[in-house]
């Protein structure tokens, strides 16, 4: 019988799953059972009908320290291993953030560096503690940032900032990641969790379908024409309009009381 504790943690708070990085010893630095556990309970929220949006967050003192250094030297990764990490272990719950019809929400405390970044940088939400900070320390080791940082981080605060951000390796404290648009709230420490969760649980009263729509255009709309992105709101639209939600909500508002949304 295995007792150790899991990796990752996955806990149904109503229809909020909330998903803990738990290796708080190690700062929950990534080492191989984190990524496959990690991985597999955001793909489990995803696919979870009772969940209608996630929390992600880290046990202990810090969100994430990135990969752990430790782990690797003692396996010798060499560049096959961490292609094979990146795609079939970091990039499954990258994707499935990212992917996920649900909004996701990082609640970062303290610490959050290297590849931890990448989750918190692809959530749709972040709330961050006032003493939390970013960090991608990967040029201190010659290695480039991963995990679809430079996408990531190019499209939220631009190339000049990013090559900043990748280059300098200096922390970015919480109100100037606020500043940026990097984080949407800054709150007390020791919060950001109960925040993230009292957030989550407003979005999980609102109609699903018209979330997993605003979600996708969103994501959509960095790359896409003015005329594509139209369309694209056109036809969600018109798949809201249809739905029992919208009635509903026609209903609430006429009726002055709170909606009751099911997803139909």
Same mark, same amino acid.
């Given at each position: 019988?295995?007792? +150790?504790? &899991?990796?990752?943690? %996955?806990?149904?708070? @109503?229809?909020?799953? *909330? ?15 984190? $990524? ?5 309970? *955001?793909? $489990? ?14 046990? !202990? ?15 010798? +990764? ?54 939390? %900070? ?8 010659? *290695? ?13 605060? @631009? ?21 940026? @648009? ?19 649980? $407003?979005?999980? &009263?609102?109609?699903?379908? +018209? *979330? ?6 969103? $994501?959509?709309? !960095? !790359? ?5 992105? %139209? ?5 969600? &639209? ?12 026609? +209903? ?10 099911? !997803?139909?």
């Amino acid at each position: 019988m295995n007792d +150790a504790p &899991q990796a990752a943690c %996955y806990e149904l708070r @109503g229809p909020v799953a *909330l998903i803990t990085l738990n290796r708080p010893e190690a700062l929950n630095a990534f080492d191989g059972a984190l $990524r496959v556990q990690l991985a597999a309970a *955001l793909q $489990r929220a995803a696919s979870d009908a009772q969940v209608r949006s996630v929390v992600l967050t880290g046990a !202990g003192r810090a969100f994430s320290a990135g990969a752990d250094l430790k782990a690797m030297g003692a396996g010798k +990764a060499d560049g096959d291993e961490v292609s094979r990490q990146l795609n079939d272990e970091y990039g499954l719950g990258i994707r499935a953030i990212m992917e996920m019809p649900k909004p996701v929400i990082a609640a970062v405390e303290g610490l959050v560096a290297g590849i931890g970044c990448a989750f918190v940088l692809a959530s749709d939400l972040v709330v961050m503690a006032e003493d939390g %900070y970013f960090t991608l320390p990967f040029h201190n080791i010659g *290695l480039v940032p991963d995990g679809g940082i430079n996408w990531l981080l190019e499209r939220q605060i @631009g190339a000049r900032r990013a090559y900043e951000f990748a280059v300098d390796c200096t922390r970015v404290p919480a109100a100037r990641c606020h500043e940026l @648009g990097l984080v949407n709230r800054v709150v007390a420490k020791g919060t950001a969790v109960e925040t993230a969760l009292q957030w989550a649980g $407003r979005l999980a &009263q609102r109609a699903p379908l +018209a *979330l997993q729509h605003s979600k996708r255009l969103l $994501r959509e709309a !960095g !790359g896409a024409e003015f005329a594509h992105s %139209y369309r694209s709101e056109v036809a969600a &639209q018109s798949q809201c309009i249809d739905s029992e939600d919208f009635r509903e909500g026609v +209903a609430a508002f006429l009726q002055k009381r709170e909606p009751r949304f099911t !997803g139909r």
